[in-house]
């Protein structure tokens, strides 16, 4: 009787206890259930070889983690990681699996899985640097000279994407600019086709630049002409007064241009003069203007009158 009594003790204390975990684990499935959850995380590179460079790498995925709420609410993306392992990878197209990896609960899918890549071998060339100019000036200012230093720059990348680089632009913004400058200016490789080529690396990666602005100059011929004072000696007359050239070729600002309508020798004294002459008279050049010649050759005719 008293085995009996003794067994049916413990059977109750089996059944308490087993009740005790059912309700427990009730509980926390109801207050912490498992749960999932997705995070977009960095796709980076394992074990890539020193001269290797990979194309088109994507630069995020999908990993779905899972485990309970507590845990999986209080992860992050950095306590997640996604990357490929290149062990061994040999130039060419290939397919690489995805591997990830999570400090908190479980990863239990990843997208995408795999990923198609073209491996190439990292190839180096120098090239010399080109000015592109953006933006304009202010009004009446032109772009004279521009200086870049250096003149070449070391371009470094996938040598089936260098071998398609035709050359290293230096952008030269000159907005607004009126006078002379100093500036730096980024660097860009330009492919075959014209197109920005970001995935090479250009060093270094920014150039000095000296620009010479200049007033804008417009050319302009100009008539010559002669003018005269005194009187010739009583019957004389003036004949013809001609200079050689009859024009003269004017470099300046167009303000000045449309403005100028003729170019005056010095005065020509007729009081002494009883035949015909040359002589050769300074041109009344503007200032600021740029002419090829300072005189001109003042032929003048005389007649007797009747």
């Known amino acids: 009787m008293r085995d009996s009594e003794q067994r049916d003790k413990w059977v109750v204390r089996i059944f308490a206890f087993l009740?005790?975990?059912?309700?427990?684990?009730?509980?926390m499935n109801e207050q912490n259930p498992i749960i999932e959850r997705s995070f977009t995380i960095p796709l980076t590179k394992a074990n890539l070889a020193e001269n290797m460079?990979?194309?088109n790498l994507q630069d995020t995925v999908i990993v779905k983690i899972k485990g309970t709420r507590t845990m999986?609410?209080?992860?992050?993306?950095k306590?997640?990681?996604a990357f490929i392992d290149f062990t061994g990878a040999v130039k060419g197209r290939h397919t690489y699996s995805i591997v990830a990896a999570s400090e908190v609960g479980d990863?239990?899918?990843?997208?995408?899985k795999t990923v198609s890549l073209d491996l190439d071998v990292i190839g180096e060339r120098l090239m010399d640097v080109e000015a592109r100019i953006m933006g304009s000036p202010e009004s009446g200012?032109?772009?004279g000279k521009l200086d870049l230093e250096p003149q070449q720059v070391r371009v470094t990348g996938a040598s089936n994407r260098l071998a398609n680089a035709f050359k290293v632009i230096a952008l030269v913004d000159i907005t607004g600019k009126e006078t002379s400058f100093e500036d730096e200016a980024n660097l860009t490789p330009i492919a075959l086709d014209g197109s920005e080529m970001y995935d090479l690396s250009v060093v270094p990666g920014k150039v000095s630049v000296k620009a010479l602005m200049l007033k804008q100059l417009a050319k302009a011929d100009i008539p010559i002409v002669v003018p005269t004072t005194g009187s010739l000696k009583e019957g004389y007359k003036v004949r013809a007064i001609t200079s050689i050239p009859k024009t003269i070729k004017i470099t300046a600002e167009p303000a000045m241009l449309a403005e100028l309508k003729e170019i005056k020798t010095g005065a020509v004294n007729l009081d002494n003069i009883s035949g015909d002459v040359e002589l050769q008279m300074p041109l009344d050049i503007p200032e600021k203007a740029l002419v090829e010649t300072h005189s001109a050759l003042v032929?003048?005719?005389?007649?007797r009158t009747k």
């Open 141 to 143: 200012v032109a772009v």
């Open 107 to 112: 990863v239990i899918e990843i997208s995408p």
């Open 19 to 27: 009740t005790a975990c059912a309700l427990w684990l009730y509980v």
């Open 53 to 55: 460079v990979v194309n």
């Open 72 to 77: 999986v609410s209080s992860a992050r993306e």
């Open 79 to 81: 306590d997640l990681q």
């Open 299 to 303: 032929k003048i005719e005389i007649e």
